[in-house]
């Protein structure tokens, strides 16, 4: 209320909750010398935190434990002192607790300044209707599931039901109250549907979990907590809070409140699967399984993850993302707004040491940065490029957009970034060393922060994938298409295409256009119902197969499989899958396997014709 509270030298706290050990502690902040909580039951039913207890401790706070007032004592219409009485703990009550009971003849006086009543809360019944039913703690009776009272159209909920609780429950009953208020207008049943308690996650897995102690919270030092209400918890330094951060067992991924359940219209949610491995038999696949960004620790003279600024695209982005770690705000480190950026392009692309390629994307995505640098900060700018590829539609008109922004553009690779100063304007700055190929000399530009624009390289697990669909890849690491120009989606096996960043870098338009290209084309296989295949493909002569599996083991196709017929192990050829390459009429021992067409009769019968042709 902004009314100045004055105190005692001594002050009594009546109650054990969080309400009386905070208001014990404010008190010793607010001046009083002397502060006593007065508790009813034994320190291991004290529903307070213990850590919050133990502080207020250390802070020197006395705690009378089995004591409850009696009386207040008065002199000259003040308080002067409260009569208490020792308690013992009965047998236990409906609560589980066990009840407190007063020791006759154990009463005894405290004499204090000022007495603050901390001993719970009640459901205030005047301005609620008389004929509502009341359990035996006070607390309104409800259904537990719709929360409506016994007086038709009234409901309730939070700490009116269910006595003192959180902020957490209040809103998830009113919720729910909500929700049986709509039922109840629209004439549904208030209870179908729903149940009493969502289900939980019952077991977090710990495979593979080293147990972590706890890090301790550094504490002000309890000399300087007296009158003043300086934050006591003072925090984790970073490395402590991400040491911390790494015990989490991810419990919270999904807490099975079934809130999903509820608002999906087509019940297409169900709690209940369980992982599984599915076979699905297709005509056609898609693979579009994108890029790895290219790791800058790779080249040390940049300083990557040496330098707290020096940061990549991708981390940039996650800066300017309003959910980011910085809500939006385009800051350093230390949380200062950066007066200089550099933005450096062709990282790990467009170099023979790494990747010789142009990653596409780069020159765009750091015009991005640079115009959001401009637009939300003072920032002055520098794009170091070899030369700036724009080819895209609105590109080329994007970028001259920048440059009138009054971006830096330095024509030159960067050498190197480094935080020796060796000037005065150097000091506490990176310094980006680079050849200005323009100017023909090399220079050095102080800034606060490094943008590095990484290449797009293939995903570590390509190699594995290209194996598994029986398709190419360059010496890059990217897929192989059959032909760029012709076929730029479809690979050497029928039916499987690809799309996006898995056979090249590529901006979004570009994928987009793949992909909806290898969409077309996958469909284009399911319309015809039947496909052509090549004439000339193996031949498993079965009289003479032994069933060897030479055929199975040399087939990059995995065409040949070795099956059992009528007891006899045989080659069997998918014709849809054979491309009629001949390496397993070449491995054959016994001769089984031949490419239709070319079996040595079919040979001589062609020659045989091309000579009595000549004769002619």
Known sequence: LGQPVELGSRVAVIGGGNTAIDASRTDLRLGAEEVTIVYRRSRAEMPAIASEVEEAERERIKIDFLAAPVRILSKDDQLSAIECIRMELGEPDSSGRRRPTPIKGSEFTMNVDNAIIAIGQGVDKTMLPKELNYTSWGMLEVDPVALQTNVDGVFAGGDAVSGPADVIAAVAAGKEAAISID???RGVGLTEGRQITPKRVEKVSKEGVKPRARASMPLLEVSKRKGSFAEVEQGFDEKTAIEEAKRCLNCGVCSECLEC???????AINHEMKEEFVEAEV???????GYDQFDPSVITQYGYKKYDNVLTGLEFERITCAGGPTWGRIQLKDGREPESVAIVHCVGSRDKNYHEYCSRVCCMYGLKYAELIKEFTKAEVYEFYIDMRCFGEAFEEFYKHVSEMGVNFIRGKVAKITDEAISEEEKGKLVAVAEDTLLGRMIRVPVDMVILCAALQARSDAADVARLFTIGQRADGFFLETHPKLA??????????????CEAPRDIPDTVAQASAAASKALSLISKGKVTTEAAISHVDETICHGCGRCEEICTFHAPTIISKNGTLVSSVNEALCKGCG????????GAISIRHFNMQQIESLIDGLLEMQHV
């Not at 359940?261 to 019940?267: A, G, L």
């Not at 730029?488 to 960043?501: K, L, M, S, W, Y």
């Not at 390496?583 to 016994?590: D, E, G, K, L």
């Open 283 to 289: 005509g056609s696949m898609i693979l579009a399984t």
């Open 261 to 267: 359940v509820k608002v999906c219209e087509q019940e």
């Open 583 to 590: 390496a397993c009429a070449v491995v054959c021992p016994t």
């Open 183 to 185: 039922r109840y207008l």
């Open 488 to 501: 730029p989606v479809n690979t050497p096996t029928d039916g499987v295409f690809i799309a996006g960043c």
